[in-house]
């Protein structure tokens, strides 16, 4: 593997490097290697639209920080048709998206030397991280951050509740003195407004729903024998439904999966403190096996948080 443009920064180094899509399209991927010992290797995978830094720089911030803190190798790339990839964005579907998860798990592994590795999904990412997880059993471990079910287990409560959240942000910027100066600069897309009040996850493009697998991945995900931790911001209504769903899934199904719910964060985990804290709990989890193993058994007892 060629890393490009490498950087030293903080105990660690970062570089860009490329990989093949199972279509042979390029994928673009950064990599944040620890300056010194490699314990093992993660592979973050952002949302379903986003470049693979995340929103806000979430997933950056998260690779530099395993990378300083745990010693983890880390990849994340940008999906077909997102950031630096190539591809056409509306003719990615979620298979794809698992496909190019799983061409990034071997490169990781190969970078790492390891023969495991953690995989890290952001939002839709998460949906895409679990899928990669039923099909390579070397993803020994999976870290959904705001993941919601995948689409058939998803009722239409959950796409009313979406649309009223976009309904209320949208109230609340047009008190704003720069949301009216974009309208008279006409800069405001109306399309994308209208389109996010008034459409749903389950829209279909072309007949099929991109965000809906050909597989059924739920049921491969009740034979996953890997380990699953689900993190969710206090304040993310769809969250909690989601949290309700994925407890109820693991319970039926024996999936060794724990919960932790980060108290007022929002979807993103925007506020310093919301990012602390869901690193400290990802880098416990993700630790050597023995942290991992007494990180979930410690979020068990004491109702879906870690202490401290």
């Known amino acids: ?27 673009w991927a ?22 693979r830094a995340g929103p806000a720089g979430i997933l950056a911030g998260i690779a530099d920080r395993l ?7 880390c990849v994340r790339f940008d999906l077909r048709g997102r950031g630096d990839s190539e591809g056409v964005f509306g003719e990615t579907d979620l298979d794809m998206m698992i496909e190019d998860a799983l061409a990034a798990c071997r490169l990781a592994m190969d970078a790492a030397g390891t023969d495991e ?20 059993p070397r993803i020994t471990r999976v870290a959904a951050l705001s993941t919601y079910p995948f689409q058939p287990s998803r009722g239409r409560d959950v796409d009313a509740a979406r649309r009223w959240r976009n309904v209320k942000a949208y109230a609340v910027r ?37 965000k809906d697998s ?20 206090g304040a993310d209504e769809e969250g909690t439904r989601a949290r309700s769903s994925f407890r109820e899934f693991a319970s039926r199904s024996g999936l060794d999966a724990s919960f932790h719910v980060v108290a007022g964060a929002n979807h993103n985990f925007y506020r310093a403190a919301w990012r602390e804290e869901l690193i400290a709990v990802l880098e416990r989890f993700l630790g050597t096996r023995e942290t991992g193993e007494a990180a979930r058994e410690e979020i068990r007892q004491n109702g879906g948080r870690l202490r401290g």
Not at 67 to 73: G, H, V
Not at 189 to 203: L, M, T, V, W, Y
Request: charged share 25%; net charge positive; proline share 3%.
């Open 117 to 136: 590795i953690a995989a890290v999904g952001l939002c839709s990412g998460g949906n895409v991280a679990l899928g990669a997880a039923t099909l390579l």
């Open 214 to 233: 050909r597989r059924d991945i739920g049921k491969a995900l009740a034979n996953y024998r890997g380990s699953c931790l689900f993190v969710y911001g």
């Open 30 to 51: 950064a990599i944040h290697r620890p300056r010194g010992r490699v314990a093992g290797g993660a592979v973050l995978v952002p949302g379903w639209s986003g470049p």
């Open 174 to 210: 047009i008190f704003r003195a720069e949301t009216w100066r974009k309208l008279f600069r006409g800069e405001i897309d109306f399309g994308r407004i209208r389109k996010n009040i008034a459409a749903s996850d389950r829209e279909r493009t072309g007949g099929r729903n991109l």
């Open 67 to 73: 990378a300083r803190d745990i010693s983890l190798l």
């Open 1 to 27: 593997m060629r890393i490009e443009s490498p950087v030293e920064c903080g105990g660690i180094v970062r570089g860009i490097t490329r990989l093949a899509a199972a279509d042979g399209r390029t994928l």
